[in-house]
């Protein structure tokens, strides 16, 4: 644990809605290369914490260091600036749109004077290498999104965050609506990207899954940050107990 | 110049002859006829007879505005956008047209652009598909764009009370001076007769009921006021005007005329009938009806009804007799495609609580 | 038996697909068959009036100026807003423009300037409403009928009788300019289109339209501006309706509050696929579907029809528009 690195800190953020503590001054640290999962019951706080880091939310107060750094999050395109790209658990895909336009939505590639005119051929060609990279099985990448599988709908919106030159990469729920075959694809798409040193941030319900693939394991309680774990140290037993609130010693 | 054309037609006919002859022998001889007629003796035609189109168009009664050739040049093809089919006054020049197009042994294309003079432009479209000689429309809004568009297809506009413009050098409709006229002529009358009685030594007043933005109206009801205003020597604060064009309507503008002078009598005329009859109509529900006389201008089916029930104040109405005016524009028209003259429409038809039951029975009841 | 259950199961389900994709078949090249049929139906009807280039220039010159409209508002519509305001700034503007360059006698770049300024103006009320968070057929609405009393206001200022007239040069021979016996406005149509279809395919930002009408949560989470988006295409869709009514009122000699034929939009818009909810649509076929409603009118008008008539043909394609609309929003989501 001491060797890895840590490439981003939270220092006592907090957040709050109104009357709703949804964030109470978290601290937490997310290590370079690793799949580092986030888990907690529903309403613990974990979707406002990542809503926090990738820049959808703005904290009321605490801050960020990423890569040791003190630095602000200022909305979406702050994060993609810092490398940090969320996956959303709807995926935020347009359905009415090929996966390239999918891939590069918000951060097309253009050519000619002014950065007006598409560069349909250059998106393409950047599409399909990202998506050998992660080893997506997607045969026609003009093909619209509505017609994908889960996986493959997974594959694309993991593939704009890459884009993007996502360094850690946020995934919100990744398979909770895909079937057994679909769930796999994903867990062997977040082992690739960690393969090729990306910061995997896995939000998750399924403690087997994140004990099948996580290498940290962090946990929420009422919007308090109550630990992270080694997955080598921990045991499903104390995970649990956590999640139902119980502080380790 | 007008010899060549003739020759030119001549030659065209002829061309159309021997193509056709290719195919039918039996039309050249009735063919060869007519280009005779055409060069040598334009004119040489009999003519119809003005007493059987007075009979043919009972019980209006039209007298015929153009002395027309019982056979034409040419197949001669009319067109006419009218404004409102579902309107009683358009109504009945729709059913003059097409009785007249038929009298006259022409073709007739209609369209209705159903109270949205907007739609005129598209309607000309389609209705200049027809290979039309000759094209007409009602349209105040619109007119001289549809004259322009006619122009450009080669073909004459003619509208009906639409005024002069450079587009369209026929003018055709109710005359609108004259029309004003006769209607404080109806008005004077009235005026006097209430003078000998109830009016007597009464403060008169003049109301010209107009749209100070329609050249027609401005020229009607001011010929009205002219008129009216010389019979009785008023002086200029004695004629009083209500223009819609202030934005405020016409039954608040004559209610504050005669608050502003209570013990005056007010004598009106409006640019067309519904203009008077409902600043009337609201002079009755404030209770003065009494002290206020009404001539109108147009007189289709609605104002006559209402002059049948023998309101107090509503003296007459000046009949534009919208049959004849539909009738005559068929006549005009051709007369015009033809090279003949033609007379001006004229409103010759005063009707008053005397004449209007026997009026109403003619018109609206004869079936 | 056993062994049948699942071979049927199969059976239905690919009976299934081919029933969905003879659908799906239908409502990509309805719109083509249904033009295709609606020529050849009118061709057998009335052939010695149909089937000629007078009847076709007919019905282009019927498309222009409504065509050009409705290029920049399948673009509104596509980028999730619908703007019901056209016939009312296309009347508004041609209102504003008479007043300046007929009565007031006023440079043509003037009066051309303030009318863009007034239409700009009202692009920036709808989206400012819209940014509010009120939906764009209410915002629109209401800005409609602002743009009708502002057109009934200039008419009454300047004392003219329902319109205005509009015959000072050179904009009646601009208006009516005709190229090689062709009116101007039939090629400047196809080139609105060819516009269109570059933005919406070819630029970053009609990347953006497309995705902020597909999905504006998505659009939004991925730094897409929807506010300035919105803003660009209503203010543009103002400023073009406006440019056509002044088109339109210089080829009628006249400007008047309202304009016919701009409000036909949303019907030729949906006939052509592009989506109510937005997000999805090709310019190219709006074209199309523009065409299929002018040669209804114009065939209509050659078969005589009634107006009360023409006006429930006109009132129907409408319905079934919208339920094309429904139909294939079903197929999208199914």
Redesign the interface.
């Known amino acids: 644990m001491a060797s890895d690195e840590v490439i981003l800190e939270t220092t006592e953020v907090d957040k709050s809605f109104g009357a709703v503590h949804a964030v109470r001054s978290v601290s937490w640290k997310v290590y370079r290369g690793r799949v580092n999962a986030l888990v907690g019951d529903n309403g613990a706080g974990k979707s406002t914490l990542i809503k926090l880091i990738s820049g ?1 939310l703005q904290p009321n107060s605490g801050g960020f260091r990423v890569h040791g750094e003190e630095t602000r999050i200022g ?3 702050g994060a ?1 600036n810092l490398g940090i790209a ?1 996956v ?1 658990q ?8 090929d996966v390239v ?1 999918n891939m ?5 590639l ?1 050519r000619g004077p002014g ?4 560069d ?1 051929k250059g998106m393409l060609q950047q599409a399909h290498n990202v998506l050998d990279d992660i080893h997506a099985r997607i045969p026609n990448v003009r093909e619209m999104v ?1 017609n994908l599988s889960g996986g493959q709908r997974q594959a694309v919106a993991v593939g ?1 965050a890459l884009i993007r030159g996502g360094e850690i990469i946020i995934m919100d729920e990744p398979t909770a609506a895909l079937g057994v075959e679909q769930t796999q694809e994903v867990l062997q798409l977040i082992d690739t990207l960690r393969g090729q040193g990306k910061t995997i941030i896995l939000i998750s319900h399924n403690i087997q899954q994140v004990f099948e693939i996580a290498d940290y394991i962090s946990v929420m309680f009422h919007g308090e940050m109550l630990g992270t774990r080694s997955r080598d140290e921990a045991t499903e037993a104390e995970v649990v107990a956590m999640i139902m609130g119980k502080r380790s010693p | 110049m007008k010899s060549k054309r003739y020759l030119l037609a001549a030659l065209v006919i002829a061309l159309a002859v021997l193509t056709l002859a290719a195919c039918e022998t039996q039309t050249v001889e009735v063919q060869v006829t007519r280009v005779i007629d055409v060069t040598a003796t334009p004119r040489a035609m009999t003519f119809h007879d003005a007493a059987a189109i007075e009979a043919e168009t009972a019980p209006h009664q039209c007298q015929p505005l153009a002395s027309l050739p019982t056979e034409f040049s040419q197949p001669w093809r009319l067109g006419f956008i009218n404004p409102n089919l579902a309107h009683p006054f358009f109504g009945e020049w729709s059913g003059a047209m097409k009785s007249a197009a038929e009298f006259y042994g022409v073709e007739f294309f209609e369209s209705d652009a159903a109270g949205d003079y907007a739609t005129e432009p598209d309607l000309l479209e389609t209705l200049l598909l027809n290979d039309l000689s000759i094209v007409g429309a009602h349209g105040p809004n619109v007119y001289e764009g549809l004259a322009l568009r006619a122009l450009d297809e080669g073909i004459q506009f003619i509208g009906i009370d639409n005024g002069p413009s450079e587009y369209t050098p026929i003018v055709y409709g109710i005359p609108d001076g004259i029309a004003g006229m006769r209607g404080a002529e109806l008005l004077v009358e009235g005026v006097r007769k209430r003078q000998a009685e109830d009016w007597a030594g009464r403060e008169l007043f003049f109301i010209e009921l107009t749209h100070g933005g329609i050249p027609a109206c401005v020229t009607r009801t001011g010929s009205a006021a002219s008129t009216f205003k010389e019979a009785f020597e008023l002086d200029d604060d004695h004629v009083l005007m209500a223009d819609l064009t202030t934005g405020r309507s016409a039954e608040d503008m004559v209610n504050d005329t005669m608050t502003a002078h209570p013990d005056g009598v007010f004598a009106m005329i409006p640019c067309w009938d519904g203009l008077g009859i409902g600043p009337y109509n609201a002079v009755t529900e404030a209770g003065n009806e009494a002290d206020v006389m009404l001539v109108t201008l147009g007189g289709d089916e609605p104002p006559a009804k209402f002059l049948k029930t023998r309101p107090m104040g509503y003296y007459g109405f000046i009949e534009f007799q919208p049959y004849c005016e539909g009738w005559g524009w068929v006549e005009v028209a051709l007369a015009t495609l033809e090279g003949l003259p033609f007379e001006t429409y004229q409103v010759r038809k005063a009707i008053t609580q005397e004449t209007v039951d026997q009026r109403y029975a003619e018109l609206y009841e004869s079936e | 038996m056993p062994i049948q259950q699942p071979e049927s199961q199969l059976a239905t389900s690919i009976r299934s697909i081919q029933r969905k994709q003879v659908v799906q078949f239908l409502l990509d090249n309805g719109l083509f068959i249904a033009f295709v049929l609606e020529v050849t139906l009118f061709a057998i009807a009335v052939p010695e009036m149909f089937l000629r280039s007078r009847t076709i220039e007919a019905i282009l010159r019927l498309s222009g100026p409504a065509g050009i409209v409705l290029a920049s508002y399948t673009i509104t519509l596509i980028s999730g807003q619908i703007d019901l305001s056209t016939a009312q700034v296309g009347g508004m503007a041609s209102l504003m423009f008479a007043a300046v360059f007929q009565l007031l006698e006023w440079p043509l770049g003037v009066a051309l300037a303030l009318t863009v300024v007034l239409t700009i103006a009202v692009g920036l009320l709808s989206s400012y409403l819209i940014q509010q968070g009120i939906p764009s057929f209410v915002s629109t609405l209401a800005v409609g009928v602002v743009s009708g009393g502002i057109g009934f206001l200039i008419i009454n200022l300047a004392k003219q009788p329902g319109m205005i007239r509009l015959v000072r040069p050179p904009l009646r021979d601009i208006a009516n300019f005709e190229v090689a016996g062709v009116p101007f406005v039939i090629p400047l149509m196809f080139v609105a289109y060819a516009i269109g279809w570059v933005v919406l395919n070819q630029t970053k930002f009609g990347a953006h339209i497309y995705a902020l009408g597909g999905n504006p949560a998505a659009a939004a989470l991925n730094g897409i501006n929807a506010v300035r988006i919105a803003r660009i295409v209503l203010v543009t869709n103002a400023v073009i309706t406006g440019m056509a009514g002044i088109l339109i009122a210089g080829r009628q000699l006249a400007a008047q509050p309202g304009v016919e034929g701009l409000g036909q939009s949303l019907t030729a818009a949906l006939f052509a696929g592009v989506a109510l909810s937005g997000g999805s649509g090709k310019i190219e076929r709006t074209l199309i579907g523009l065409l299929f409603l002018s040669t209804l009118t114009i065939g209509l008008g050659i078969l005589n029809v009634s107006a009360p008539m023409r006006q429930l043909i006109n009132g129907l394609a409408f319905v079934f528009a919208i339920l094309l609309d429904s139909i294939r929003q079903q197929m999208a989501t199914r």
């Not at chain 1, 590069?104 to 097309?108: A, M, P, V, W």
């Open positions: 959808a909305g979406p395109a993609f969320a959303y709807d995926l935020a895909l347009v359905e009415n749109r336009m590069f939505l918000g951060s097309e253009t950065a007006i005119f598409l349909h509505r704009r």
